[in-house]
């Protein structure tokens, strides 16, 4: 797990992916191996200990979105992005704050289901084969205790009375079929239930050898069109003890219809239907709550967004004001009522983050501000960060790009002097127009590689991007301001 992990090996996994922040990245790995120092200290203390929460101050395009992103795939703790501009005008066309403890919960009630259901996926899948068998020869005995056992169209007998199902098939082709399929099924005893079982042993070689994926079967398949009902109302249907989806759930029927599908297809539809039923829902919902409660970690964005600006205004001030002392609850430790049972607050890790450029941190209310201890500002990137952005993360811009016209069959390859004269009108462009950070190396190399793009289907030559073709393809627009604050 990477709570397990140091503070230094976090920061290594975090700079395969982001470029700078020191500062930024030494405070998350030390506020996630906290969550790790908190569950060593004895039981008595443990819940003393409350998570140092963290603003993150800086301009967009600097990485504070790109380090939520990274630390969602890279930890196992629950983990849930939310703007926090979604809860502006609460009470008018916002949304309730604990709204964001529910989708959390939702989020890893079914992380920790699909976890589950992975584990059991070897036993599911034999209960699965068990039923499709039953549904490829009626009548035998299964297994699965007639689990799958279904009434199935096409059925044929062959020379010594084995009953055989091919979905579809008009009856006077069925023996024609059999004999043309390389897979067909050679049986020489009569049909005792001592040869359907041997019958059985054979088509489930078969299956398994892969030569009855292509066979139709009819089965019953749970339709995905589900009727949507939405409830507006001030409060969460949670608080109200009631769970209306599962309640309005189990009074409607079943949707389910009839389909004919390959047997490759059954087999997963039934492995999937299979391992959900093996899944105890109450131990997951039980875990996952646990896990919130111990180990979440929301990542607030765009808090700056519900500060004032310091100006004494009014009008939107009360409603950004509202939001806060809204939030102040849930940051500082509350019991939340979700349909998975109540969830307490306390220990969640809320981490926000602001561009503050009309306010700053000191406008948010103090309550709040005493809940965010820790404050860190992202520096600004310059011509060298973005020549390393282009280059080193895994994910580096111009490895995509090289990517992408490679399905093509293009051979692209960037110079040295090309990359640093992308960094350079990069920093140019931000300077002159509006800084929006190592966005602008997207729209940048987009533009510079329109033509290639298009013309990539139509090429088989090897393209050599220098600073000389960045320059081509680039200057005009970078030297006309009012152009580039267009296209650029």
């Known amino acids: 797990m990477l709570n397990d992990l140091k503070p230094k090996e976090i920061v290594e996994k975090l700079d395969r992916y982001i470029i700078g922040q020191k500062d930024t990245k030494k405070s998350v790995a030390i506020a996630l191996r906290n969550r790790w120092r908190r569950r060593q200290v004895p039981e008595d203390l443990r819940d003393e200990i409350a998570p140092k929460n963290i603003i993150l101050i800086g301009s967009t395009g600097v990485g504070k979105t790109e380090i939520a992103r990274r630390l969602a795939n890279l930890t196992n703790s629950p983990f849930y992005k939310v703007e926090a501009s979604k809860f502006t005008e609460v009470g008018y066309v916002g949304r309730d704050v604990e709204s964001m403890i529910r989708d959390l919960v939702e989020l890893t009630v079914n992380n920790v289901k699909a976890q589950q259901q992975e584990s059991v996926q070897e036993k599911a899948a034999i209960i699965a084969e068990e039923r499709v068998l039953d549904l490829l020869l009626p009548g035998s005995e299964s297994k699965s205790n007639g689990q799958g056992g279904a009434d199935v169209n096409g059925q044929a007998a062959d020379e010594n009375g084995i009953k055989l199902s091919l979905a579809g098939t008009p009856s006077s082709n069925i023996m024609d079929n059999l004999q043309e399929s390389q897979n067909s099924i050679d049986i020489v005893t009569s049909a005792s239930g001592k040869d359907v079982s041997s019958t059985r042993e054979k088509l489930r070689k078969m299956l398994r050898a892969g030569k009855l994926d292509k066979r139709l079967v009819d089965m019953d398949v749970p339709s995905r069109a589900m009727p949507?009902?939405?409830i507006f109302s001030n409060t969460g249907m949670e608080e109200m003890g009631i769970n209306m989806k599962d309640m309005l759930g189990s009074m409607m029927p079943k949707n389910t219809k009839r389909r004919k599908v390959k047997v490759s297809e059954a087999l997963k539809i039934l492995s999937q239907e299979e391992a959900a039923h093996l899944v105890d829902m109450e131990k997951v919902t039980t875990e996952a709550v646990e896990l919130v409660e111990q180990s979440g970690i929301i990542f607030l964005d765009e808090i700056d967004k519900i500060a004032g600006n310091g100006g004494g205004g009014h009008g939107p001030e009360v409603s950004r004001e509202g939001v806060q002392r809204d939030l102040l609850p849930i940051v500082e430790g509350s019991s939340v009522p979700t349909k998975y049972g109540i969830v307490k607050t306390d220990h969640i890790l809320f981490i926000a983050s602001g561009a503050f450029h009309t306010s700053k941190p000191s406008d948010l209310i103090p309550e709040?501000?005493?809940r965010f201890p820790i404050r860190v500002e992202l520096h600004s990137l310059g011509?060298?960060?973005?020549?390393?952005?282009?280059?080193e993360p895994r994910?580096?811009?111009i490895l995509q790009y090289i990517a992408l016209l490679r399905t093509e069959g293009v051979q692209i390859e960037f110079t040295d002097d090309s990359i640093e004269r992308i960094a350079a009108i990069a920093v140019d462009v931000n300077e002159r127009t509006e800084n929006i950070g190592a966005r602008r190396l997207h729209t940048?190399?987009?533009?510079?590689?329109?033509?290639?793009?298009?013309?990539?289907p139509d090429t088989s030559?090897?393209?050599v991007?220098?600073?000389?073709f960045v320059d081509k393809?680039?200057?005009?627009?970078?030297k006309d301001e009012d152009l580039s604050r267009y296209i650029l």
Request: proline letters at 0%; glycine letters at 2%; zero cysteines.
């Open 228 to 230: 949507i009902i939405e």
């Open 444 to 456: 940048l190399m987009e533009k510079l590689l329109e033509d290639v793009l298009f013309e990539a």
């Open 461 to 463: 030559e090897k393209i």
């Open 368 to 370: 709040l501000q005493g």
């Open 383 to 391: 011509k060298e960060e973005f020549a390393r952005i282009l280059t």
């Open 473 to 478: 393809q680039l200057m005009a627009i970078v």
């Open 465 to 468: 991007v220098d600073a000389s």
């Open 395 to 397: 994910n580096a811009l």
